[in-house]
């Protein structure tokens, strides 16, 4: 009984592995990462609990099953995140880490803003909301 339940739980945290985004909060190793995989950078700043396109877009693209897949093998993707609610404060080295991040990438203060970047860190180019399916966000990705 017990390796049957073992088995159960094994299956079911593989199949939360499969699906789970991985986002990334460090520039360096998601520039590793990008390197190693050739794959494009898409950093996002949003506003997670206060900025309502932030969080339709995290509902509507990010993490659909779709997106996930694909990012799983064409992106690496990194969270530039800046909460308000005290309950969900960063830590003070990540929000610094985010800082550093805004001020290079973001300095307009766009939010959500999606910065496309190449395996090394240089900035493709950028979009930030749309109204659109998961399919038409991943061609506009794809053609920045």
């Known amino acids: 009984m017990t390796k049957k339940i073992l088995l159960v739980c094994l299956v079911i945290s593989l199949s939360f592995k499969v699906t789970a985004q991985e986002w990334q909060s460090d520039l360096q190793e998601a520039k590793k990462i990008a390197t190693i995989e050739n794959q ?3 950093l996002v ?3 997670s609990d206060w900025c309502a396109p932030c969080i ?9 099953d779709e997106f996930k897949g694909y990012a ?11 909460p308000r609610k005290k309950k969900n404060k960063l830590s003070k080295s990540q929000q610094e ?3 550093k991040l805004a001020e ?6 766009f939010f959500p803003f999606v910065a496309v970047l190449d395996k090394n860190g240089e900035l493709l ?7 659109v399916s998961v399919t038409e966000y ?5 053609s920045i």
Do not use: C, P, R
Request: no cysteine; charged share 30%; aromatic share 12%.
């Open 40 to 42: 494009k950078i898409i």
């Open 72 to 82: 799983k093998e064409h992106y690496v993707m990194l969270l530039a995140d800046f």
């Open 56 to 64: 339709k877009l995290d509902n509507e693209i990010w993490s659909s």
């Open 97 to 99: 880490k985010n800082n």
């Open 104 to 109: 290079e990438y973001n300095k307009q203060g």
């Open 45 to 47: 700043f949003q506003g």
């Open 125 to 131: 180019g950028s979009t930030g909301y749309k109204k």
């Open 138 to 142: 991943i061609e506009i990705l794809n």
